[in-house]
């Protein structure tokens, strides 16, 4: 499971002139997913975690979600899509059971000590990747592009700015974390400089989703973690000083127009507060969304089928056609308002409690830890948090959301060990230990 999360985000093929991100990843996905529950049927015994209840409310909540999305998609005029997704985005029912199946095996499969250095694995794998995409920026990559070319904006190895964008938010707010979190100076420079670089990258993707995800997940840091710790003043502020000074450096010395990216983030809310749309606010998202909000009542029970937003948006409506052209809308572009059309209410509200579950608990264990796992986990809950806020504007993909799946699962773990830890001494801890060691290795 570790080793299959750190390279997920190299995986990719080569074809007939165009480079393939998603097909390969979920390829990549499948066969592992399927492989470890082959194991895992075969070894069954072994499936009993060391935490005293082998099944959580997790699991329940786990099974739950996935339930809603195999009736819907049972249920579904368009059954083929609805379990193997259309063509491009591979979301239907299997994929959804592929991402549950990472979230589970993240937080009971992962060796303790690995969930913890699965964090820093993040960030140095993000670090070729963010190098890549300033590559692409300058039209350097050796790779083809093909018939999608976004021109100067990076999309590194994901196929779009926008999935580039969800990915650096996490890892980004990652290497912000671990760079508050260690003491020695050689470290601090080398996460000060990944979280730098990965920045810049960012920067190149031009996905303001991504950026306005990152700002909240920065002040998350600055009030949990920063904020009442004095000695990360100093650190902070010279990271904080120096993204702004590259933003700056970047703006002046290319025509990307970045600057004024960004306040468009603010100039088109200010439009349509007062009623000054043209319907291209948010690259035509706010016109989608109008379009799609009647959709949630009508599919309000169990939605229209997993990923098959495309059939049921009104792709044919006068207004949508003069604004956005001849694009077949296949996505609400707003994660939330996805589910809930295309697998239910209930499907959404089933999501949003798992997430707030994790959340819950991980604010619980910061507790009952150590100042440095305090840190590392209030950094998870900005990484969550800064991924929720990018999603409202952007689109759950195969190319990245098996990495937030394995977040969530790795955050839910350890907070659940440090919870368990804190009730146990002595030798109950040594046990604790010893029991999930074994499990670990007999798999």
């Not at 083809?144 to 976004?150: Q, V």
């Not at 997940?217 to 949990?224: A, H, K, M, R, S």
């Not at 502020?237 to 703006?251: Q, R």
Request: glycine share 8%; with cysteine.
């Amino acid at each position: 499971m570790y080793y299959f999360i750190l390279l997920f985000p190299f995986i990719f093929f080569v074809f007939g002139g165009e480079t393939h991100y998603s097909l390969g990843k979920l390829v990549y996905l499948f066969v592992f997913v399927l492989s470890s529950w082959i194991l895992l049927l075969l070894k069954r015994h072994y499936w009993s975690s060391c935490f005293k209840k082998p099944i959580s409310i997790m699991e329940i909540m786990v099974v739950g979600f996935i339930g809603l999305a195999a009736i819907s998609a049972l249920l579904s005029e368009h059954k083929l899509t609805s379990f193997f997704g259309s063509i491009l985005r591979y979301e239907g029912l299997l994929t959804i059971v592929a991402y549950c199946s990472v979230f589970l095996f993240s937080y009971r499969l992962i060796e303790f000590q690995k969930q913890t250095k699965l964090v820093i694995a993040f960030i140095l794998c993000a670090i070729p990747i963010s190098l890549y995409g300033i590559l692409q920026h300058f039209r350097l990559e050796p790779l083809p592009r093909g018939t999608f070319d976004f021109g100067p904006s990076s999309i590194g190895l994901f196929g779009n700015p926008n999935f580039f964008g969800s990915y650096l938010v996490m890892v980004f707010l990652m290497a912000c974390v671990v760079f508050l979190s260690r003491n020695r100076g050689r470290l601090i420079n080398f996460y000060f400089a990944a979280a730098c670089l990965i920045f810049l990258s960012m920067i190149f993707t031009s996905t303001r989703s991504a950026w306005l995800g990152t700002f909240v997940g920065v002040v998350g840091l600055t009030i949990l973690v920063v904020r009442k710790r004095k000695e990360l003043w100093g650190r902070w502020g010279t990271l904080l000083a120096s993204l702004g000074l590259i933003f700056m450096i970047t703006e002046s010395a290319g025509d990307g127009g970045y600057l004024n990216r960004l306040l468009t983030t603010i100039i088109e809310p200010y439009n349509i507060v007062t009623e000054q749309e043209t319907g291209m606010e948010g690259s035509g998202r706010f016109l989608i969304w109008q379009k799609s909000l009647p959709l949630v009542k009508e599919y309000f029970w169990i939605g229209s089928g997993p990923d098959t937003f495309k059939y049921v948006y009104p792709n044919q409506d006068m207004e949508s056609k003069e604004v956005l052209g001849e694009i077949i809308i296949d996505k609400a572009h707003n994660e939330y308002l996805q589910i809930a059309i295309t697998m239910g209410v209930p499907a959404l509200l089933v999501y949003l409690a798992l997430v707030g579950i994790i959340l819950i608990r991980a604010f619980k264990a910061v507790r009952v830890v150590a100042e440095q796992q305090k840190i590392i986990l209030y950094g998870l809950i900005c990484v969550i948090i800064g991924y929720l806020v990018q999603a409202f504007f952007n689109i759950s993909v195969v190319t990245v959301a098996p990495i937030y799946w394995s977040i969530l699962g790795v955050t839910f773990g350890l907070s659940t060990h440090y919870l368990q830890a804190a009730k146990l001494t002595g030798e109950q801890k040594e046990n604790l230990t010893q029991v999930k060691n074994q499990q670990i290795k007999a798999m």
